[in-house]
């Protein structure tokens, strides 16, 4: 019998009392027995063996003198159909009326209950009458959630016991005849076989592949002099903070050998031999401040204080702290405890944050201003994005950094203009070079104003923030064309929407088909020829895959069909045998079926598969990410007969999982968050968290330990309130909310061993407590720091009882640990609302 509590039902005790007294609760019975009030016979063997007989003859009804067990056959009520005699059992009052007072355990909630059955004079049950029925209820049928069990608990039961869920398996992936082995037709991809694109990942943090030119010009009407140029250090080498510069200038060097590569090309760069013409020497410094933020998306935490958060989103026009609380205050009673829980309120009413406001007369005291609301809407539509542009969007910023130059001034410049008898005009061009590309763009970054007649202009001017993407990742886009030409197309494009809408559907599928354009093929057969071999790459290994193998099952199978292929092309293909050499598909791996999207559906189902904006639309499909559906490793490919394997080929992609591309897969997004769904048993919060709590029985005055969500109070007297989570059925309270019962902390066990919540401090440790955090950072472990403080204990319980011994429990690893979390967040707090 399945129940919450563990418990099934069960007699305790079972007594019979000649007389027909009333009692509200056992222990009243229990006090009149032991005090030898008036006689009583023990039955509690006899119930307990009628129980079972009951059980065995009425088809399984745990209800003792089940009604529908005995009613007659016409439906009709029949005293005579049972009694004492029918039970085995000797009557021990005859001739009187009797009482069989019964003390049971009530299946699906635990709790200990007591009936009072009735016997007439000879023996018989007394006959149901008014609101009295000899029936006693041991089980709670279709209680909802104490003996009831969802699909999804019952099936994740299954797989988690290894017993029996491959006992399972095995018994729902065959149907015990004998037939010839039946083998999937199965293309697979393996992207990404060797690792190369996390390392690409690394390259984009630790090198930008960007390189900044100033260029310093004199901007005489009708012509230009160079003046000198300056490289930026590497932007890796730069941070958020600005950091001031002083670049000396120098001649143009288009030599591919310097420090940074070639120059950009310009014929006006060079100024032919210096040493006839002093003037004509290049001289000078440059004065600029540069700063270099990347990414630009952060993912900043959800979890965070709404101050925090909306400053890192660049929104500082909050008020006061005061108010910063008020909101904080306000969302919390509308329900949203922190940013997520207000995201997942804003997809839910269609994505309009303006509505979620509206729904609560909280929401009145939040006082958003226009950019803080603008701020908000725009995270969460890049967050909660489905389409594929949103998805570019947020690849493209978390591969772009923000370049802000300030340009102070120049000093000791050349004079260009000498033989006019004047000095300069200087003006500054700052250009960039895609270092993967070896391309530089045409556009530039900015143009400086002109100083005139000086050879040490002062600009004090910034410019910027401009997004950069990093030369790899850039690289994937074809360059726009610049200047006048450029325009021109630009704004052609906007009388032709559907080259237009293609044009930006091919740059958001180069921002999200990272994991998508390279990869490694093997093919499985549902027929395999001994001795035949092909010449085509990845159809050699001769390994089968049966409709009854696990995805776990599968993986294995990939990794040795990959070495057999790489065995077959030894000595006869060396690039081959690379490529399918050393590849292990692991734990980490996904393998993910192609599911093509509504818009390939609804075109297929309106029988226009042949036309080119079917093909155009599928081929997209499959490059795109989120078109893929993670299978469960502990499935087999028969439980997944959606996607029809065995029947037809099927298509397959192998992907390491990555928090980069669970960012472009909003499939596996979703089925990781189900995957790693917590459970109420790992529930730990900084205001609640799971535990036992002691219960006490109505009836008797017993306890037990029971599941219940454990919360603190300000209350001097049995500060915590424990929450049954799966409240007695006639207590009508809602599991968890409703029924709460205040327990002092004897009567509370913490199932968390670190909880969030339970700050309290022992007063005699207290003040050595404090001693921890310091001994942390000057190195000492955990363990060392128990020892020192013990010392430091044990010595001062001495002291204070004047050299006796004292009795003073020790402070424990688990304390110094707990005590060292919440001051870490206590100070990242407070650096917070700096």
């Given at each position: ?6 418990a099934v039902p069960g ?6 009392v000649?007389?027909q ?9 229990e006090?009149q027995l032991n005090?030898q009030?008036?006689?009583f016979?023990?039955l509690t063997?006899s119930i307990?063996?009628?129980?079972e007989?009951?059980v065995?003859?009425?088809g399984?009804?745990m209800?003792l003198f089940?009604?529908?067990w005995?009613?007659?056959?016409g439906g ?6 049972y009694?004492l005699?029918q039970m085995?059992i000797?009557?021990?009052y005859k001739?009187?009326?009797k009482?069989?007072w019964?003390?049971f355990v009530r299946?699906g ?11 007439e ?7 149901k009458a008014g609101?009295?029925?000899p029936?006693v209820?041991?089980?709670q ?12 608990e019952?099936i994740?039961c299954?797989i988690?016991?290894?017993i029996?869920g491959e006992?399972?398996r ?5 149907d015990h005849?004998?037939?010839a ?5 199965l293309e ?5 076989p060797?690792q190369e694109?996390?390392?690409?990942a690394?390259n984009?943090v630790?090198?930008v592949q960007?390189s ?6 004199d ?7 160079f003046?000198g140029e300056?490289w930026l250090?590497p ?11 002083v ?14 590569g070639?120059s950009?090309?310009d ?11 002093i003037?004509?020497k290049?001289?000078g410094?440059?004065f600029v401040?540069?700063?270099w933020?990347?990414p630009?998306?952060k993912?900043i935490?959800?979890?965070h204080?709404?101050?925090e958060?909306m400053?890192a989103q660049g ?13 904080k205050e306000?969302l ?5 405890t922190?940013?997520?829980?207000l ?5 839910k009413?269609?994505?309009?944050l303006?509505k979620?406001f509206e729904k ?9 201003n ?5 701020a908000l809407?725009?995270?969460f ?5 489905e ?7 947020q690849q493209?910023l978390?591969?772009t950094?923000n370049?802000?130059i ?6 000791m410049?050349?004079?260009?203009d000498?033989?006019?008898?004047r000095t300069?005009?200087p ?7 895609n270092?993967?590309l070896?391309?530089w ?7 400086s104003t002109?100083?005139?007649?000086t050879r040490?202009?002062?600009?004090n001017?910034?410019?910027g ?10 690289a994937r ?5 610049s ?11 906007n009388?032709?929407s559907k080259?237009?809408?293609?044009l930006?559907e091919d740059r958001?599928?180069s921002s ?5 354009q390279?990869?490694?093929r093997?093919?499985?057969?549902e ?5 035949q071999t092909s010449?085509v790459p990845?159809e050699?290994?001769k390994v089968d895959?049966?409709?009854g193998?696990s ?6 199978k990939?990794?040795?069909a990959c070495?057999?292929e790489?065995?077959f092309w030894k000595g006869k293909?060396?690039?081959?045998n ?5 590849i292990?598909?692991g734990?980490?791996h996904l393998v993910?079926v ?5 818009k390939?559906q609804k075109?297929f189902?309106?029988?226009?598969h042949?036309?080119d904006?079917?093909k155009r639309?599928y081929n997209m499909?499959?490059?795109?990410p ?6 469960d490793?502990a499935?087999?490919f028969?439980?997944y007969q959606q996607?029809?394997f ?6 397959l992609?192998?992907?390491e999982?990555?928090p980069t591309?669970k960012?472009q897969?909003?499939?596996?997004k ?6 790693t769904?917590?459970t ?6 900084p205001k ?8 006490t029985?109505e009836t008797d005055s ?6 219940a969500?454990?919360?603190r109070?300000?209350a001097?007297e ?6 049954w989570?799966f ?6 309270a809602?599991p968890g909310?409703?029924?709460k ?7 509370v066990?913490l199932?968390p061993?670190l909880?969030?919540?339970d700050?309290q401090?022992?007063?005699?440790h207290?003040e ?6 310091i001994l942390r950072?000057?190195?000492k ?12 204990l044990?010595?001062?319980?001495s ?23 919440r001051?870490e967040?206590?100070q990242?707090s407070?650096q917070a609302n700096?």
């Amino acid at each position: 019998i399945f129940n919450r509590q563990g418990a099934v039902p069960g007699i305790m005790r079972a007594v019979m009392v000649p007389n027909q007294t009333v009692f509200t609760t056992w222990s009243d019975l229990e006090l009149q027995l032991n005090g030898q009030h008036f006689p009583f016979r023990d039955l509690t063997d006899s119930i307990v063996l009628e129980h079972e007989k009951q059980v065995a003859m009425n088809g399984g009804l745990m209800n003792l003198f089940c009604e529908e067990w005995l009613m007659a056959p016409g439906g009709v009520w029949n005293p005579a159909n049972y009694g004492l005699e029918q039970m085995h059992i000797d009557d021990p009052y005859k001739g009187m009326e009797k009482v069989l007072w019964i003390r049971f355990v009530r299946g699906g909630d635990g709790e200990r209950c007591f009936k009072a059955v009735k016997f007439e004079k000879d023996g018989k049950l007394t006959p149901k009458a008014g609101d009295y029925s000899p029936e006693v209820e041991m089980e709670q049928i279709n209680v909802w959630p104490q003996t009831k069990v969802t699909k999804e608990e019952f099936i994740s039961c299954m797989i988690a016991s290894p017993i029996l869920g491959e006992s399972l398996r095995r018994l729902g992936s065959c149907d015990h005849v004998l037939h010839a082995k039946k083998l999937i037709p199965l293309e697979v991809t393996i992207m990404d076989p060797h690792q190369e694109e996390e390392e690409e990942a690394l390259n984009d943090v630790f090198d930008v592949q960007q390189s900044v030119l100033l260029e310093v010009w004199d901007a005489d009407p009708g012509r230009r002099d160079f003046l000198g140029e300056v490289w930026l250090p590497p932007l890796v080498t730069l941070g958020k903070r600005p950091k001031d510069m002083v670049l000396p200038l120098s001649k143009a060097d288009f030599s591919e050998d310097g420090d940074n590569g070639g120059s950009r090309p310009d014929s006006s760069k060079d100024l032919g031999d210096d040493t006839k013409d002093i003037n004509k020497k290049i001289s000078g410094h440059l004065f600029v401040s540069v700063s270099w933020d990347f990414p630009v998306w952060k993912e900043i935490g959800q979890e965070h204080d709404f101050k925090e958060w909306m400053e890192a989103q660049g929104v500082h026009e909050l008020a006061g702290k005061n108010l910063n609380e008020q909101r904080k205050e306000a969302l919390l009673k509308m329900g949203h405890t922190d940013v997520k829980a207000l995201g997942d309120a804003w997809e839910k009413d269609n994505k309009l944050l303006g509505k979620v406001f509206e729904k609560d007369p909280q929401a009145k005291t939040l006082k958003f201003n226009a950019a803080e609301l603008k701020a908000l809407t725009e995270y969460f539509k890049l967050h909660y994005g489905e389409d594929v542009h949103l998805r570019a969007v947020q690849q493209e910023l978390m591969h772009t950094g923000n370049l802000t130059i300030k340009l102070k001034e120049a000093k000791m410049l050349r004079m260009s203009d000498a033989r006019m008898g004047r000095t300069c005009d200087p003006q500054v061009h700052a250009y960039l070079r895609n270092d993967h590309l070896g391309a530089w763009q045409k556009k530039k970054i900015f143009q400086s104003t002109t100083k005139i007649g000086t050879r040490d202009p002062k600009w004090n001017t910034d410019h910027g923030p401009f997004p950069i993407m990093t030369g790899a990742y850039q690289a994937r886009y074809k360059l726009p064309e610049s200047g006048f030409i450029g325009e021109v197309k630009n704004q052609l494009l906007n009388f032709n929407s559907k080259k237009k809408r293609h044009l930006q559907e091919d740059r958001d599928l180069s921002s999200v088909k990272r994991f998508g354009q390279e990869g490694l093929r093997i093919k499985f057969s549902e027929t395999v020829v001994s001795g035949q071999t092909s010449q085509v790459p990845g159809e050699n290994h001769k390994v089968d895959v049966m409709i009854g193998d696990s995805i776990r099952e599968f993986k294995a199978k990939l990794t040795n069909a990959c070495q057999k292929e790489a065995n077959f092309w030894k000595g006869k293909n060396e690039d081959e045998n690379r490529r399918y050499s050393d590849i292990s598909i692991g734990y980490r791996h996904l393998v993910m079926v192609f599911v093509p999207s509504l818009k390939v559906q609804k075109l297929f189902n309106q029988k226009l598969h042949t036309s080119d904006e079917y093909k155009r639309q599928y081929n997209m499909d499959l490059q795109d990410p989120s078109n893929w559906q993670p299978l469960d490793p502990a499935r087999n490919f028969a439980q997944y007969q959606q996607f029809n394997f065995g029947r037809s080929s099927v298509m397959l992609r192998v992907v390491e999982e990555t928090p980069t591309y669970k960012a472009q897969n909003l499939r596996y997004k979703l089925f990781e968050e189900e995957q790693t769904k917590l459970t109420y048993q790992e529930r730990d919060e900084p205001k609640t968290c799971y535990g036992w709590a002691k219960y006490t029985h109505e009836t008797d005055s017993t306890s037990e330990w029971r599941q219940a969500f454990i919360s603190r109070t300000e209350a001097k007297e049995k500060p915590w309130l424990a929450a049954w989570i799966f409240a007695p059925q006639d207590k009508n309270a809602v599991p968890g909310l409703d029924r709460k019962e205040a327990k002092d902390r004897r009567e509370v066990l913490l199932h968390p061993r670190l909880p969030k919540m339970d700050d309290q401090v022992t007063p005699e440790h207290e003040e050595i407590l404090k001693q921890a955090v310091i001994l942390r950072i000057s190195g000492k472990s955990d363990w060392e720091i128990e020892g020192v403080l013990n010392q430091v204990l044990r010595e001062q319980a001495s002291k204070d009882n004047q050299g006796g011994t004292a009795s003073v429990a020790p402070i424990t690893v688990d304390e110094i640990r707990a005590y060292c979390m919440r001051e870490e967040a206590k100070q990242a707090s407070a650096q917070a609302n700096k």
